[in-house]
Structures are given as C-alpha cells and as structure tokens.
C-alpha cells in the first residue's frame, strides 16, 4: 500500500484515492518570466516521478501543474524589456517546457494559464464575499477575511497570532486585519486588467490556483504538491479560499519537496534569487547532461535538502555512468516488470514508502552488480525497466558513455574544468585566497593538476 508524509497531518498516512482506482493531483507550476533555475527542476522532476509512480501502481490519474502568467513581476519585467506580458510569458513557457522536457519530464495532462481562469476566478471570489469571507477594502482591493475561518493555520501548524504574512502577501493600505490577503487587486494605471463586480483590476496570486484546480479536478481531490517554500502562505491560504467557497474538504493529502541548497565556499544555504546563489537549469546543463540532473534530483528523497554543488553532480554523473556501463556490457532483454519478482519486490516497497527514490536507486546499482557478475541479460532487463519507472537509463548505453566522461576518463569534463579554472582566476583577482587553494584541492583530488603561469593558468590530468 502507498504511503504519503501529509504535510496536513505531519505523518506517512496509506494513500486512498476518493474514486477507486482514479487519483488526481495538483501541483504549483512555475511563474514565467525568467528562466527557471534548479529549484524549480526539482519540483518538476519530483512530481514528475510521482506521476510516474502513480501510474506504474495502476492509477488512472489525471495531473494538472499550473503556470502564473500573471503577477507584479511579470508586469514588471515587461515594462523592462518593452514588451507585450503575453510575448514575454509565451517565450518563457517555451523555454521552460525545453527544459522540462530536456529533464525527461513528461508533460501534465493540464498545464492551466492564470489569465484564461479570471471569470471562474470572480466567480470564487463572489461566494466567498457571500459567504462574509471576503471584503472590498477602502483601496477597492478585495481581501480574504482570514479570522473568520475557523482552519487558517492547520497546514502550517501555527496559531492566527504566531502566523506573519508571507513575502508574497501584499501589506496593503484598508485592510482589516495585517493577515488578511488580497484576492482582486484595484486596476493601476498603465496595467493589465479585466472588468469586475469590483471594478476594474487583475486577480491575487493565491486565488489563480483554487480557481484552476476545482474547475479541472473537482472540489475535493486526492494531492496537492509543490515546494516547501509555498506551504506558507500560498498553500495556507488556497485552503482557505476553497474550504471556504465551497464548504467541503479540499485536498486530502499535502505534498511538498525540500529547498534545494548550494554549498559555495564552505557555506551551505538555501537557494534563492534573493541572495544571489541561484543556478539556471541552462546554465547547469551546459557542464552535465541532462539525465545526470535528473539523476541527482532523484537520489535524494523528495523531502530531504538538496545540496547542490559540482562534487555531487560529479559523483552523480559517475554513478549514472556506473548503471550504464552495465547495460552495455550485458545487453538487457526487454522484459516487463514482474512485480513478484525480487528485485522489482524491493523496488516497489521503496517507491510505496513515501517515494523513497534513494532506496529504490539502490535496488537499481545491486541489480547492476548482479546483471555483470552473472552476465544475465534477464537481470539487465529488469534493471533497464525498473529505471524506465522512474525516467531513467532510456538512451543507448554506448551513446550515453560516449557523450558522458566516466570516473575511469578523468571525471571531470573539459568545460567544467575551465569552469573552475575561471572561478579560481575570479577568487585570485578578488584575493579571496582561501577560496582559491580550495579549488585548486578540488581539481587535484579529481585528478586535475593547474599549473600557473605568467600566461595564465593550464591544467594536466594525473
């Protein structure tokens, strides 16, 4: 039986779908106005494995993962560039659906933009404004009446009086209460808006999503996902509009996947736009394939802190390279997976224990082991398709170790070396020197040696 961590109720709790055999799910999806960085690879790559599971279990599912193409930052970067809000979100989508589908990530059966749900997204804010939830603001905002909900605060587990509005909650002028927050926002001049009962103005962030998941699954729905970073406000405040609108339960189980972290100099914090540290999912796939991304992603489990850093997608890529040089040396015979069988036994209660992909990776490398010491083409099967659930080991072995240099090749590949090389020149001119010995450790221990000169700095392998 698959078991999932509810973030509502703080426990592994067995998943049963409210249909028989019929499981939907909703997941947060990106705002489109930059490229997307490795925070949001791993939240599609995570779901995108959940979906996968589900699936695999024999779900009929049907997963919806929406896109903001509207929000102050949108707006904002548009008037930057000098240009049209629908060219620059249309050119990020496409962007984005590059990289996701560079990730190995299959599209969602619903992929709902903001701006085409405005009238279902009136028509949510008209019964909570009938139900006393909602209040038109001395601003001509329409605000959520947080205190008359009796939940507010459940998913979050805090009290109205410990909870502080979120970094994406307006603080604005008229409201009743500093918790309260904005469902409609009062047109300002030079800004895309939409006729209303309240005249005109744009939706709030938090209500896009309550609109598009009960139009496209129901009022009530099996799993909600996204990352850790939108339990509180964004999640809390979903809950609150659709409990609240339609009087039932909403979500039955709450999902949510752990920050990604950088390590960088000796110091490990969280990844994030606002300090800097943040990596594009471009600029990573320009040093590592694709499928060693999504390898690396996937070896953590979901609730876990990602820790990023070349270290770890270099061991990844050698781990990846591991798995496939034992399909090329025992070509698999396509089988399908006998789920009695042992391994595939052991591959499932992983997967069923709250997706334990790093348990279920583990099962992978044994059958690796197995498959070449027994020269079983039978074992490389069940190993090419147990590693097919979960989006991996699906290109040729030959072509996959060809492109990708092995631990036995040097490890490190040219482009990331000279990657290093520039961010040990950058530490020097900084006089960061500290910084600079540690990268030069790092490369020796990878078996690359720098030598410098008054030309500047060449490397050697050992």
Same mark, same amino acid.
């Given at each position: ?57 024999? !779900?009929?599912?049907? !997963? /919806? ?70 209040? &038109? ?41 500093? &918790? ?20 005109? %103005? ?23 996902? %996204? ?32 920050? /990604?972290?950088?390590?960088?100099? %000796? ?30 992603? &996937? ?112 490890? &490190? ?50």
């Amino acid at each position: 039986m698959l078991k999932i961590y509810n973030s509502l109720s703080r426990e592994k709790q067995t998943f049963v779908p409210i249909e028989p055999g019929k499981a939907r799910m909703y997941v947060c999806g990106m705002t489109v106005y930059d490229y997307c960085h490795l925070g949001h690879a791993r939240v599609l790559v995570v779901f995108d494995m959940v979906a996968r599971w589900l699936r695999a279990e024999g !779900y009929d599912l049907t !997963y /919806v993962r929406n896109i903001t193409d509207i929000d102050d930052k949108i707006i904002r970067r548009a008037a930057e560039n000098g240009e049209t809000i629908e060219a620059l979100t249309d050119r990020f989508i496409a962007y984005m659906d590059e990289d996701a589908a560079a990730l190995g990530v299959q599209k969602p059966d619903h992929e709902p933009r903001a701006t085409r749900y405005v009238p279902e997204m009136q028509k949510l804010i008209r019964s909570l404004e009938g139900r006393g939830l909602a209040y &038109l603001a001395s601003n001509q905002d329409v605000c959520y009446a947080v205190r008359k909900f009796p939940g507010y605060g459940k998913l979050s587990g805090k009290s109205l009086d410990d909870l502080r509005a979120g970094e994406r909650v307006d603080v604005a002028e008229g409201k009743h209460d500093p &918790l309260d927050f904005v469902l409609w926002k009062h047109a300002k001049p030079g800004e895309p808006a939409w006729d209303s009962p309240w005249g005109s %103005g744009r939706p709030g962030w938090h209500i896009e999503c309550s609109a598009m998941s009960s139009d496209l699954l129901g009022k009530h729905f099996d799993i909600h996902g %996204g990352g850790q970073d939108l339990q509180f406000p964004h999640h809390e405040n979903e809950i609150a509009q659709s409990e609240g609108a339609h009087g039932c339960s909403f979500v039955n189980y709450w999902m949510h996947n752990g920050f /990604v972290r950088v390590e960088q100099g %000796g110091v490990n914090e969280k990844m994030s736009k606002s300090l800097g540290n943040f990596f594009t999912i471009r600029d990573v796939l320009k040093q590592y394939d694709a499928e060693v991304v999504r390898f690396f992603i &996937l070896r953590a489990h979901y609730r876990s802190p990602l820790n990023y850093s070349e270290a770890h997608l270099e061991d990844a890529r050698q781990s990846l390279s591991r798995l496939y040089t034992a399909l090329k040396n025992v070509p698999p015979k396509p089988v399908a997976v006998d789920w009695n069988e042992g391994h595939a036994v052991r591959f499932k209660l992983a997967m069923e224990d709250d997706f334990n992909t790093p348990e279920a990776i583990a099962v992978l490398f044994d059958l690796a082991n197995e498959a070449n010491r027994e020269k079983s083409v039978h074992l490389s099967g069940v190993l090419h398709a147990l590693a097919g659930v979960l989006g991996l080991l699906e290109r040729d072995p030959q072509a996959f170790l060809q492109a990708v240099p092995t631990a036995e090749e040097g490890g &490190l590949s040219p482009e990331a070396i000279a990657a290093r090389v520039a961010d040990r020149v950058a530490a020097k001119k900084a006089k960061n020197f500290a910084e600079s010995d540690r990268i030069r450790a790092e490369l020796l221990a990878a078996g690359i040696v720098l030598e410098d000169s008054a030309q500047g700095t060449t490397w050697r392998r050992v």
